[in-house]
């Protein structure tokens, strides 16, 4: 099987979260040479698979089978690989089956290799994420199989394939501002302390703050408003409490303590709550490591471009994988139809995703 037929099976293995569509029990009995390991844990299903050649690193790539549901607005059956003027339309396309055909293919292929190579995924990265990456982090680390460098082939390039890999993530940290004021009649605002009065001439120095100056690696952490409400919907009560929510990707520049002094400077003298959750941790891998170096010179071999580094967009599992002192990069095809419908990817992609990830192995010493 070459590593566009691989890529249309896993397409359409229908796999929403929870569900791995049987592409974990096809994946035991393909990967021949490895040593294979299921860990699943309430109702997610998690596969891991290893093959030692010699003594040396142990390179490992991650990432997930599970998508998002499919959604209304497609123009073909989000569940069957549609092939179109160069372009493979289904759910799942860009993120992120293209990259596991991608790397399981090249692993299947590796005949030679100076260390172990190892392969991790989960049904359950689109979800919760809890009983995921997690779990099985933690089951390579009870059985001393904790690789050296993981790459996890999530879809990082923006304009061309092989421009961007990830080195790094922000974190998220969620916040809850609640003011407490007095309800009262809007005809007698001087009986009442309305919380949207005391908030209004507030909000431009804390709606879309900067938090930091960002560095090498992160922009800079910003404050995102996300919902404010406040009354019982009715035009002559004046509200006595406002609820205010707002996000923070943050870099490592910024915490949840440094948040709470920068919201306690601009909220003094108001009787308010807030509470912070910390959701994500930022990471970042330093640029110099072998896994960064080696990946960017197989693209460069194969894209004719150097990359650059990194840590836009959300979140992923690689985050898990940092947490434990491991160097974590990413790197995957185009990310522009992500969780959209008719999302896509083209043939060329896949195919030198695939060319990447065999010089990738090739390569890391």
Known sequence: MEVIELFKKFLESPSVTPEDGGIFDFLETY?????????????????????????????????????????????????????KEGYIYARGA?????????????????????????????????????????????????HQLLPDAVLV?????????GDAIKVGRRGSINGVIEI?????????????????????????????????????????????????????ETTNVSPGKLKMMFNVRNSTRTNKDSIEIFMSEHLRGLNYSLKLDQSAEPFVTDADTPIVRTLSGAIETVCGIRPKNSTAGGTSDARFIAAYGID???????????????????????KNLYSVFTKLIDNFR
């Open 31 to 83: 990967l021949t040479g490895f040593t294979t390991v299921r860990i699943d844990r309430e109702g997610v299903k998690n596969f891991f698979a290893y093959r030692h050649f010699s003594e040396g690193p142990h390179l490992c790539f991650a990432g997930h089978v599970d998508v998002v549901p499919a959604g209304e607005g497609w123009e073909s059956d989000p569940f069957t690989a549609t092939e």
């Open 94 to 142: 860009q993120d992120m089956k293209s990259g596991v055909a991608a790397f399981t293919q090249a692993l299947k292929d590796a005949r030679e290799y100076q260390g172990t190579l190892s392969i991790l995924l989960t049904s359950d990265e689109e979800g919760p994420a809890k009983f995921g990456t997690v779990e099985v982090l933690k089951y390579l680390k009870e």
């Open 153 to 161: 082939a999530e879809p990082t390039c923006e304009n061309v394939f």
């Open 180 to 232: 407490m004021g007095k309800q009262g009649h809007a005809a007698y605002p001087e009986k009442a302390l309305n919380p949207v009065h005391q908030i209004a001439p507030l909000l431009s120095h804390i709606a879309g703050a900067f938090l930091d100056e960002g560095d090498a690696y992160f922009a800079p952490s910003q404050v995102v408003i996300t919902d404010i409400r406040a009354g019982i």
């Open 328 to 350: 974590v990069i990413e790197f995957g095809v185009i990310n522009d139809t992500i969780h959209a419908p008719n999302e896509r990817t083209s043939i060329e992609e896949v």
